[in-house]
Structures are given as C-alpha cells and as structure tokens.
C-alpha cells in the first residue's frame, strides 16, 4: 500500500477542520450555471439580494433568506428569457438600489420592495429607449446624508427619500440638454457632502452640498487652466481632514491633497512625483485615495514616486510625515497595492513580491509590515492581481479568495498570522477552482458565489459559527467502525451523541473529495464503490461539532 505523505495528511487535516459550504439551491439545475460571471450580490434587512438566471428567465433580481425555499425570484423585470441584468449600487433604508435592463424602457435606477420586488427608483428618468442610469464606473455614485440618498442620475445630482415621488434632480450642475454634470466621489466631512463634477466652467472640480439646491455649489478650482480637471477618484475621510489625489495645472500629474472642509484649507500636501506623471499610482487604471487604510490617525496608501515604482506609503498629515513605509517588490514596477480592510488595529491588503500577489499585513511600522503566508510558494502568487480581491470580515477573521497552486481557487481564511491562514473547504475537489465571488456576511453565515462540476455556478453559503480554527470542544464522540473492511461497509458508533442527521465527507489519500452523504448514524456507510486504499471520513452535525478518522477498503 502506498505511503501517505506529510503534506497530504496536512491537506486532509486542514480540510477537516474546515466548515462545510453547503449549495443554498441549484437554482439552474445539473451543470448548467445560475450565476454569471457579472453576478452581483447585496445584503438588505436579513435578506441577500442577487443577480441570477434559471431555465425560464433570463438574468433577473432574486432573493434569499438563506433557505433552499426562501431562494426565489424576486422581481422578473425583463419578461420572459430577456435579462435585466441587475448591476448593485447602495443600500439605503433597508433596501437596495440598482439598475435594471426593460425592454421599451432603457436601464433606469430600481430599488428593491417587500411587496412589488422591485419598483423604480424616480420613475423612468429618460423617457422611452434611452436609459437614465447608465454609469461608466460603480465607485462613489451614491451616499447616504441627511437621511437622504445622494447619487449620480441621469449624469447629474439627485437626491431621495427611499420613495418614487421624493426621488427628484436636487443640482442640474451642467445645465443644458447636452451637458452633464457627471458628480462622483461623495464622502462626507464634518456634516458637509464633497463630491466632484463637471462645470462648463471649471471642468471636473470639487463641489459640495448641504442637501439643497441653493447649498450645492463649487467647493474650490483646484486647476483653474482652461477646461482644466483637477480631481480623480474618491478622497479618504479621516477625524481633521480628507484627503484625495489632484492636479494644480495640466503640465503636473495628480498629487497628495488634503482638505481640512475649507477651501483655503484645500492644500497639496506633497509633491510625490514631481511631473506630468504624478505620485498617483496607475496599474489597471488609476488608482484613488479611497484604495486606502486608516490605522488610527495615520493613513496607509498607494503612491509611485517613480523611482521604485507603486508602493506602500505613510501620512500622519504633514509633509515631512508623508513618506514611503516599505518597498515591497523591489525595482521599478511596484507591488500594485490593494488594500482590504484594517482589522483590529492592522491593514491587510493584496501585494505583489518575489512571492507574487499575496496577502500582506502592516502595523504602520517598518518592522510589523510583512507577507503573511506564502500561500502558492513561489512567484506564482495565489491572488489574481488582474481582478479586486474579493473578502468579507467576520469575527475578525478575513475571508478571501486563493488559489495555492495545488486545489484552485477557493475559499481561504486568515487572523492575521501565518499558522491562521489556511484553506476552509476544497470546494471543486482537485486542481479544479471553485473561484469563490461577491463573499457576502448575513448573519452567522457567508454567502458566495462558487463553481463546481455537478452545479456549475452557483450559491453557496458556510456557516460562520464554528471558526476553521476549531479546538477541541467542537470535537464529534461519534466513531467509524471497523477500521479496515473487505467490503467497504462501515457503521457509526454514536458513544452517547445525541444526534439525527450526520453531513459524511469522504476523502482519498490525496485529499480530493470522493463522496458525500446525509444520513441517519443508525445507517450504514456504503464505500464498497470505491476502489481500495485509505480514506479519511469527516462526519459533520448541524450545530458545528465534526470529526475525520481514517479507514481502509482492502480486497
């Protein structure tokens, strides 16, 4: 009999101590997927909103209460097999704004609603085939302020109270039937909304607004040349200012900026990269301030000051204190920073080394910034540097997407240490990805999109209860009995668990999945399919308890 390596016992072992993702329902049965590719998801009043297709319907806004029965169609916008090709934006008021696709009718902005599905939002804003909700980014196009929702309409400033008739133009900024406005980047600081648009005066500057008409207006010309654009992206808030890339004339590239709310306190910081180009940083497009993270009252960024290319960068608000923390890929092409999240009280973010893209973590100190687990060693790198790393917290764990060069991308979780990094669940056994998406926290549970060969795409969710680093406690007394069977037919021994319904997962000897089953423990377990060799068995009960034992099929 062959012998078990290190390595896959450590697979299996990891693999047992994982949760268990289970299917919320195979909403396009057999292979053929429920999800695309472009599916979005959203979490509103205890109710996950989604874009998802069946055999009757094309892409169309569904909902789920996280049940197999409570997963329905919520609202058939585009009847029939046509799709309307929900695209998330906000969520305000406990519902969910989006844009929707209807024939005769153009995209418009919907929300959702308990009775109808969906409504529209302010009624068809571009009467008739053209479409009033068309956006050419999904980054900083709404905010929630003063009990109101603030968004971009019909390329201008609208405003909404959560109802049809309280949805209306609260700023025509770029009058004209063929001028528009464009506003983006809405943040909030000190009780004042900041934004930018587009004037016909000024170009793309700063504006701001106190909610009304007569309190919209331009906030500073930061490049007063001639059809001059100052600002790019959406700024970072912090307690005593925010702060946002922008250039001063069209012979600079955009630079640090901060404001303290006032125009004349409306400053660049620092000259980062003097030049055309700029200390912005540009790989797969530029990148804004809001790819950032506040440790405290410091703010951690992406800047390239063009010698070592786009790296991780430091600001406590003052000039001298603005200054690279650590060059993370050494030479002139950077480590492509994007940040996560901060988690108590360190970031985490993707970077590119001599390992690749991987997961990183800083302190804001030189000494606490390091790569936290090698996942796919090598330069290969087991985050795709080409798409936004797709995470969700819970219980201060992170968990995000990975791929270690062994079983695919799939679903990883991390405390922020090494031994804490580690796979939750092989969930397309093999090389094969599962490529977990759109990882969503609603309640105790994580939802996501994944791939598999008998599903297709399709929604997942893991129980969150039981962390993947599980001690002893959650341990199952059930045991596996006989341990070596001629015919493969083994029995559980229950040893006083008081239990109805046991998840069984059957593993080979290089840990892919083999068989699953949900049976009764006064049942027995039928292997005699498989061929002989070792197997590990991890039992799994409702409330989060599990074991993994070792059995052998021999003839």
């Given at each position: 009999m062959r012998t078990i390596s290190a390595t896959i016992l450590s697979f299996i072992a990891s693999t047992a101590l994982a949760q268990t993702p289970v299917l919320v329902k195979d909403i396009n049965p057999g292979s053929f997927s429920g999800i695309y590719t472009t599916s979005n998801a959203a979490v509103a009043d205890n109710t996950l909103y989604f874009s998802?297709?069946?055999?009757?319907?094309?892409?169309?806004?569904?909902?789920?209460d996280g049940t197999e029965a409570g997963t329905v169609l919520a609202k058939d916008i585009n009847p029939d097999t046509a799709s309307c090709q929900p695209k998330f934006y906000a969520v305000y008021n406990g519902q969910v704004y989006f844009t929707a696709k209807k024939a005769g009718l153009g995209t418009e902005l919907w929300r959702t609603d308990e009775i109808e599905g969906a409504i529209l939002a302010g009624g068809d804003i571009c009467p008739g085939l053209c479409s009033g909700a068309v956006y050419s980014s999904s980054v900083g196009l709404f905010a929630?302020?003063?009990?109101?929702?603030?968004?971009?309409?019909?390329?201008e400033l609208w405003k909404s109270d959560g109802t049809p008739s309280g949805t209306t133009l609260l700023k025509d900024i770029n009058p004209g039937t063929s001028a528009y406005g464009y506003p983006f980047g809405f943040v909030e600081f000190q009780g004042k909304l900041y934004f930018s648009a587009d004037s016909a005066n000024t170009g793309t500057e700063m504006w701001i607004t106190d909610g009304t008409d007569s309190g919209t207006h331009l906030f500073k010309d930061i490049n007063p040349d001639v059809w001059g654009n100052s600002v790019s992206g959406q700024p970072a808030v912090g307690t005593d200012a925010f702060y946002f890339w922008a250039k001063n004339n069209t012979s600079n590239g955009a630079e640090l900026w901060k404001?303290?709310?006032?125009?004349q306190g409306t400053v660049q910081l620092k000259d980062i990269r003097a030049g055309i180009d700029g200390g912005q940083p540009s790989y797969f497009g530029y990148i804004p301030m809001s790819n950032s993270v506040w440790l405290g009252d410091k703010l951690l960024f992406s800047a390239d000051d063009g010698d070592i290319g786009p790296e991780l960068w430091i600001t406590d608000g003052t000039e001298a204190g603005t200054q690279i923390l650590f060059d993370i890929r050494t030479g002139v092409s950077g480590s492509n920073i994007q940040f996560l999240t901060a988690v108590n009280g360190k970031a985490y973010?993707?970077?590119?080394?001599?390992?690749?893209?991987?997961?990183?973590?800083?302190?804001?100190?030189?000494a606490g910034t390091h790569l936290i687990k090698d996942i796919n060693p090598g330069t290969a790198g087991s985050i795709n540097p080409y798409v936004a790393v797709n995470y969700a917290v819970y219980e201060d764990k992170i968990y995000f997407t990975a791929n270690d060069g062994t079983t695919?991308?799939?679903?990883?979780?991390?405390?922020?240490?090494?031994?804490?990094?580690?796979?939750?669940?092989?969930?397309?056994?093999?090389?094969?990805?599962?490529?977990?998406?759109?990882?969503?926290?609603?309640?105790?549970?994580?939802?996501?999109?994944?791939?598999?060969?008998?599903?297709?795409?399709?929604?997942?969710?893991?129980?969150?209860?039981?962390?993947?680093?599980?001690?002893?406690?959650?341990q199952l007394a059930i045991k596996v009995y006989p341990t070596l069977s001629t015919e493969g037919i083994f029995y559980f021994n229950s040893n006083g668990e008081n239990t109805e319904f046991l998840d069984v997962q059957v593993f080979d000897a290089l840990g892919r999945l083999v068989q699953i089953t949900s049976q009764s423990p006064d049942q027995a377990l039928q292997l005699s399919s498989l061929p002989t060799g070792a197997y590990f068995i991890r039992i799994a009960t409702t409330d989060g308890k599990f074991t993994t034992q070792k059995v052998i099929i021999g003839r």
């Amino acid at each position: 009999m062959r012998t078990i390596s290190a390595t896959i016992l450590s697979f299996i072992a990891s693999t047992a101590l994982a949760q268990t993702p289970v299917l919320v329902k195979d909403i396009n049965p057999g292979s053929f997927s429920g999800i695309y590719t472009t599916s979005n998801a959203a979490v509103a009043d205890n109710t996950l909103y989604f874009s998802a297709v069946d055999s009757l319907h094309g892409e169309e806004l569904w909902k789920t209460d996280g049940t197999e029965a409570g997963t329905v169609l919520a609202k058939d916008i585009n009847p029939d097999t046509a799709s309307c090709q929900p695209k998330f934006y906000a969520v305000y008021n406990g519902q969910v704004y989006f844009t929707a696709k209807k024939a005769g009718l153009g995209t418009e902005l919907w929300r959702t609603d308990e009775i109808e599905g969906a409504i529209l939002a302010g009624g068809d804003i571009c009467p008739g085939l053209c479409s009033g909700a068309v956006y050419s980014s999904s980054v900083g196009l709404f905010a929630e302020y003063n009990g109101n929702l603030i968004f971009q309409l019909n390329r201008e400033l609208w405003k909404s109270d959560g109802t049809p008739s309280g949805t209306t133009l609260l700023k025509d900024i770029n009058p004209g039937t063929s001028a528009y406005g464009y506003p983006f980047g809405f943040v909030e600081f000190q009780g004042k909304l900041y934004f930018s648009a587009d004037s016909a005066n000024t170009g793309t500057e700063m504006w701001i607004t106190d909610g009304t008409d007569s309190g919209t207006h331009l906030f500073k010309d930061i490049n007063p040349d001639v059809w001059g654009n100052s600002v790019s992206g959406q700024p970072a808030v912090g307690t005593d200012a925010f702060y946002f890339w922008a250039k001063n004339n069209t012979s600079n590239g955009a630079e640090l900026w901060k404001s303290d709310g006032t125009p004349q306190g409306t400053v660049q910081l620092k000259d980062i990269r003097a030049g055309i180009d700029g200390g912005q940083p540009s790989y797969f497009g530029y990148i804004p301030m809001s790819n950032s993270v506040w440790l405290g009252d410091k703010l951690l960024f992406s800047a390239d000051d063009g010698d070592i290319g786009p790296e991780l960068w430091i600001t406590d608000g003052t000039e001298a204190g603005t200054q690279i923390l650590f060059d993370i890929r050494t030479g002139v092409s950077g480590s492509n920073i994007q940040f996560l999240t901060a988690v108590n009280g360190k970031a985490y973010f993707r970077a590119g080394s001599s390992s690749g893209q991987e997961l990183w973590v800083s302190d804001g100190t030189v000494a606490g910034t390091h790569l936290i687990k090698d996942i796919n060693p090598g330069t290969a790198g087991s985050i795709n540097p080409y798409v936004a790393v797709n995470y969700a917290v819970y219980e201060d764990k992170i968990y995000f997407t990975a791929n270690d060069g062994t079983t695919g991308a799939e679903l990883w979780v991390t405390d922020g240490t090494e031994v804490g990094t580690k796979l939750v669940f092989d969930l397309n056994p093999g090389a094969e990805a599962s490529t977990p998406t759109n990882c969503q926290v609603m309640g105790d549970f994580l939802y996501f999109f994944a791939t598999t060969q008998a599903n297709g795409t399709e929604l997942w969710k893991l129980s969150l209860k039981t962390s993947p680093t599980s001690t002893l406690e959650n341990q199952l007394a059930i045991k596996v009995y006989p341990t070596l069977s001629t015919e493969g037919i083994f029995y559980f021994n229950s040893n006083g668990e008081n239990t109805e319904f046991l998840d069984v997962q059957v593993f080979d000897a290089l840990g892919r999945l083999v068989q699953i089953t949900s049976q009764s423990p006064d049942q027995a377990l039928q292997l005699s399919s498989l061929p002989t060799g070792a197997y590990f068995i991890r039992i799994a009960t409702t409330d989060g308890k599990f074991t993994t034992q070792k059995v052998i099929i021999g003839r």
